[in-house]
């Protein structure tokens, strides 16, 4: 199993909207709707942002959203603000309870 | 509020063994799948193991006989246990609660122990 693809960086301008993908294959990505998003900052845990590709944890951002097509999943911050620079990545479930990340990406706020 | 809290880290030779630990709190431990998850400094996530509530453990291919995790639902406590470590091992080691319907999704996390393998 190879780890799920992410692009290693992304950016926009405060208020602008970034959309980061997370591309798998049939047996991940494409084939469950167990894709999950991290937000990690500098020296921090990861955090929950999106479950089941499009589920917001309680009290995560609406100006977060999810969504999967095919073998690829998204995530989109709109309204970019400061403390959305961190770094983010995507996970799936993979089938026989075993789950892959994808390699991260480091998102700027120009 | 939901809490977990590792332990055990440090620097062990190549071949060596080191064991986890991962106190929690604030939730119904034996209730939930708990996992373990691994960062090397400045790189990704990689999941390494996965216990669920029934006692059901999973790997990946590349810890897979080398590594075993264990809880005591009377404790609250997840442990695991790695043997013939490798220098590709050294990482920070995450334990995760399982959530919203568990299926690799991850709704809590500790802050972390630090595994450095060198001679």
């Known amino acids: 199993q190879s780890a799920l693809t992410q692009p290693p960086s992304a950016s926009g301008s405060p208020g602008q909207s970034v959309t980061i993908s997370c591309t798998g294959t049939?047996?991940?990505?494409?084939?469950?709707?167990?894709v999950s998003w991290y937000q990690q900052h500098p020296g921090k845990a990861p955090k929950l942002m999106m479950y089941?590709?499009?589920k917001r944890p309680s009290g995560v951002p609406d100006r977060f959203s999810g969504s999967k097509s095919g073998n690829t999943a998204s995530l989109t911050v709109s309204g970019l603000q400061a403390e959305d620079e961190a770094d983010y990545y995507c996970?799936?479930?993979?089938?026989?309870?075993?789950?892959?990340f994808g390699g991260g990406t480091k998102l700027t706020v120009l | 509020q939901v809490q977990l809290v590792e332990s055990g880290g440090g620097v062990v030779q190549p071949g060596g063994s080191l064991r986890l630990s991962c106190a929690a709190s604030?939730?119904?431990?034996?209730?939930?799948?708990m996992h373990w998850v691994r960062q090397v400094p400045g790189k990704g996530l990689e999941w390494v193991a996965l216990?669920?509530?029934?006692?059901?453990?999973e790997y990946p291919g590349s810890v897979k006989g080398r590594f075993s995790l264990s809880r005591d639902n009377s404790k609250n406590t997840l442990s695991l246990q790695m043997n013939s470590l490798r220098p590709d091992d050294t990482a920070v080691y995450y334990c995760?609660?399982?959530?919203?319907?568990?299926?690799?999704?991850?709704?809590?996390w500790g802050q972390g122990t630090l595994v450095t393998v060198s001679s």
């Open positions: 604030g939730f119904t431990f034996s209730n939930y799948g």
């Open positions: 216990i669920k509530y029934d006692g059901t453990d």
């Open positions: 995760a609660k399982e959530g919203y319907g568990g299926y690799g999704c991850f709704d809590f």
């Open positions: 996970s799936s479930y993979a089938g026989s309870n075993t789950v892959l």
């Open positions: 049939s047996s991940d990505v494409g084939g469950y709707y167990f």
């Open positions: 089941e590709v499009s």
